[in-house]
């Protein structure tokens, strides 16, 4: 995502800055959610350097499973940021995605950092071999991967090519092995678009991916993705917005939580449902709460509002929204962690405190097969400023009490940037959970030295 702030000064300078980040070919690219500006040459340099030389002090070494879950592992040595991950619900195939930096090329013209996709077909005991979504010529970055599979085993993809052409969708009908060729979603007249998030319905004929371009946009499919609608715009407002989560109701309600900023991305941040009953022609947007400005963050490289709060959504078997989000009520305070739950998305219960230790960020939330069964992962740094961790939690009773939480980043090593007390830093802005009918909860997580990293992609599995 561009991340997040610094290219506010309007269009005109976005254009500027995203010219010139595909000019370097360095940025964080999409990733790059509050830096809307480029790290400098010197940065990626460093960055680069590092990375070659920390791989290979990389070894992953035994340590205690946390309860009802394995031992995290790690996905390759690869320097992997933001990943994605998609189950099946109709066989045992598990899909996992990430955005991969300085690693070989696709093609000569080829994106880095590039998306990188592989496939489970025993439920996440073993993987495949890593493969490119796109060798997408003349793609200077890829970033932000979405996962979904279909009914009938399609796995649909949705990224950035660039913040021009910007949204990207494709699919896959043999397990990732090959992709249809991608098609830009965000329509004419935007000088860019940035992070989308993508629901799908059961059958996958109904596709519909949120994005921004500072404003908020939703863009539907109602024949599997082979054709696109306008774009919806959501927002009335002059804040910049950011979709995080998305989802489709039992009854064909779509869903999508996102947070709002001023475009200093100083000041207070709100946190919003979108919510169209329509198939994504109108949406109604519910404000659920404000956070005060978030901390600041001070890892090497990281932008003003990387640790900004965020909201994520999912809906039950019986129609039930739980949203779980970080707010704080202090300007520059730890956040903490909350959920909210509603039946209908326009009504939402009090707010309930899951979590209050450290700074609570990127949460997750996934539905079990049953009704009132949500889980909710997050990071946060109670172990100290240095010492993030993966936490999970679950409730069966639709909020009404919620599990011991669980430490899903378990291992004191294996990594230059973990120790015992946890790792060093949250490498990229988001992660993903998702739960298979069988109620088992697949998760996949990125860890670093810092913003800038070197890092990877860690993941466990468990209930």
């Known amino acids: 995502m561009l991340q997040r702030r610094s290219l506010l000064v309007g269009i005109v300078v976005v254009v500027v800055v995203v010219a010139a980040a595909l000019i370097i070919g360095l940025g964080r690219s999409s990733e790059e959610h509050e830096g809307k500006g480029d790290p400098d040459k010197d940065v990626a340099g460093a960055r680069i350097a590092a990375f070659h030389g920390t791989v290979r002090q990389l070894r992953v070494q035994a340590a205690a499973t946390p309860t009802g879950f394995d031992s995290e592992r790690l996905w390759g040595t690869g320097d992997d940021w933001e990943p994605a991950i998609a189950v099946d619900p109709s066989s045992s195939y598990v899909y996992q995605a990430t955005t991969r930096y300085g690693g070989p090329k696709a093609c000569a013209s080829c ?10 077909s025993d439920g996440g005991a073993t993987w495949g071999p890593d493969a490119y979504i796109c060798a997408c010529k003349n793609v200077k970055a890829q970033n932000d991967p979405q996962l ?21 969708f494709s699919k896959s009908t043999n397990h990732g092995a090959t992709w249809s060729t991608p098609k830009s979603v965000e329509g004419k007249s935007l000088s860019f678009s940035d992070k989308p998030i993508m629901a799908i319905s059961p059958t996958g004929k109904d596709v519909y991916i949120a994005f921004n371009a500072s404003d908020s946009y939703v863009v539907a499919s109602h024949d599997f993705g082979a054709t696109w609608g306008t774009r919806v715009k959501t927002n009335s407002d002059s804040l910049y917005w950011f979709a995080e989560g998305g989802a ?10 996102e947070s709002a900023e001023n475009q200093s991305a100083t000041g207070q941040v709100k946190l919003a449902v979108l919510r169209s009953t329509n198939g994504g022609t109108s949406w109604t947007t519910t404000f659920i709460d404000t956070s005060q400005q978030q901390p600041a963050c ?40 909350y959920v909210r739950t509603s039946t209908d998305g326009a009504t939402w219960s009090a707010r309930q405190q899951l979590n209050g230790l450290g700074d609570s960020g990127f949460p997750v939330v996934s539905h079990g097969p049953t009704a009132g069964d949500f889980r909710v992962a997050w990071q946060d740094d109670r172990n100290g400023a240095s010492a993030y961790n993966t936490w999970y939690t679950r409730t069966t009773n639709g909020g009404g009490a919620w599990s011991t939480a669980v430490r899903l980043s378990d291992l004191g090593s294996g990594a230059p940037y973990k120790t015992a007390a946890g790792y060093a830093f949250p490498y990229g802005d988001y992660f993903e959970m998702e739960t298979a009918p069988s109620g ?9 030295t810092s913003y800038v990293g070197p890092g990877g992609s860690w993941y466990t599995r468990g209930q």
């Open 148 to 168: 979904a599979v279909a009914s009938d085993g399609t796995l649909y993809a949705a990224w950035l090519n660039d913040y021009q052409p910007g949204v990207v």
């Open 111 to 120: 994106s880095d950092p590039a998306i990188i996709v592989r496939a489970s």
């Open 298 to 337: 001070t890892s090497n490289g990281c932008t003003n509002d990387f640790l900004g709060p965020q909201a994520m959504l999912s809906v039950d078997s019986a129609g039930k929204v739980l949203v779980a989000y970080t707010l704080n009520t202090t300007a520059g305070a730890p956040k903490g962690l």
């Open 440 to 448: 088992v909860n697949y998760v996949i997580w990125s860890e670093g």
């Open 248 to 257: 489709v109701a039992p009854n064909g309600s779509i869903y999508f939580s």
